[in-house]
């Protein structure tokens, strides 16, 4: 438990009690004579807000005013004003990395007596980092050099797949065949693995100029499959090994980005989600429900990213923000430059924490 009154001008007292789950909870006190030098923008914002006739918009005077809205009300609209202030006071004095929008409650408010308030807050929790670095090269050394060999089925199996994506459905009529006719039709009805239809593919002389150039891309696939999986690894064995508490706010805001995505990815298929609910028999709660454990790893992974970034000193540049900024806004017309700001610098910056656990030998 922190005392501090450190900044008379905005509160007298708090006092900072930690809570489970990031949050902290702060009881204090606003002395009637703080409190009062907030009367004169409370009435202003209260003329601003009312309309009375025979007066022009915020110019009624201020005796009528406080005889049509009241004392309580001016005393409510300075406590929203001076917590506010207080609030943030309160974060910067003490040096608290508040996060999402707090709850501020009044425990007791009246004339000419101190304002005394309660507010609940998530902050970024405490993060025990393990030996980061150490875990990173451990994993990195259980990948396998055999996913990345290109064997000879594996080049078959992908010109098969070609061959399907190009098969004729002419004359096939599927409500009268079964499934394993329908797929015998398919493959009966493919092209040819010829010079001509390779090089209806693309930048292909013949079939062996394909087949080697097809290598290249399998070979290509394979190694930035293993890179993933590397760091799938790392990220789960650094988070297996790190103790945090994660704020309630951060696993919400994950899902909130699930659910949208889920939703995008509904629309394009062309389904309604109310459909596609009752299709599978789910509610959305259902769905949250199963989305909560990948939120709460992902929430996880982000803070602990955040603390390597913070004890590494790693940042993207200024220069490497706009350039991504500029992508972005680029493809998405109407994003919000500011958003995708933070986005690109939180983007930049995981790729730059991973870059620096890959590099560590």
């Keep these: ?15 900072i009690k930690k809570l489970e789950k990031a949050q902290i909870e702060i009881n204090g006190s606003i002395s009637a004579e703080i409190l009062d030098t907030f009367r004169a923008q409370a009435l202003k914002h209260i003329n601003n807000s009312i309309t ?26 300075m406590a929203e004003l001076a917590l506010s202030k207080a609030y943030l006071d309160i974060i910067i004095d003490n040096k608290l990395d508040a996060i999402g929008k707090p ?20 902050i970024i929790p405490e993060i025990k980092l393990p030996e980061y670095k150490k875990i990173a090269q451990t994993e990195i050394k259980k990948s396998d050099p055999a996913e990345l060999n290109v064997t000879e089925k594996d080049i078959e199996d992908s010109i098969f797949r070609i061959r399907k ?92 980005r699930t659910k949208a995505q889920f939703e995008a990815d509904i629309q394009r298929m062309g389904v309604k989600l109310d459909d596609y609910l009752k299709h599978a028999k789910k509610s ?45 806004v680029e493809h998405y017309k109407d994003a919000d430059r500011e958003q995708a700001s933070i986005y690109a610098e939180t983007v930049l910056t995981n790729e730059k924490v991973f870059q620096f656990l890959e590099a560590k030998e």
């Excluded at 438990?1 to 006092?15: H, I, L, V």
């Excluded at 006739?53 to 005889?67: H, Q, S, T, Y």
């Design 1 to 15: 438990m922190t005392k501090t009154t450190q900044n008379p001008k905005s509160y007298s007292s708090a006092e």
């Design 52 to 77: 009375m006739d025979g007066f022009r918009k915020g110019n009624v005077p201020e005796n009528i005013l406080v005889a049509k809205v009241g004392d309580m009300a001016i005393l409510e609209e």
């Design 103 to 122: 709850t501020i409650g009044v425990t007791k408010l009246a004339k000419d007596n101190p304002l005394e308030f309660k507010i609940t807050t998530a």
């Design 165 to 256: 994506s190009h098969a004729s459905h002419e004359g096939h009529d599927h409500k009268k065949m079964t499934p394993e006719e329908h797929e015998k039709a398919i493959e009966a009805s493919m092209p040819e693995l010829t010079d001509a239809f390779v090089k209806t593919l693309g930048d292909f002389s013949d079939v062996p100029d394909f087949k080697n150039k097809l290598s290249d891309m399998i070979a290509e696939n394979k190694r930035d499959q293993s890179h993933e999986k590397s760091r799938i690894r790392i990220a789960d064995a650094i988070a297996e090994k790190t103790k945090v508490e994660l704020p309630e706010i951060m696993i919400e805001s994950e899902l909130n």
């Design 284 to 328: 959305l709660e259902d769905l949250q429900k199963e989305w909560r454990p990948h939120s709460e790893k992902k929430a996880k992974l982000q803070l602990i990213l955040n603390e390597i970034a913070k004890v590494e000193k790693i940042t993207p540049t200024r220069e490497e923000v706009e350039e991504e900024v500029n992508h972005i």
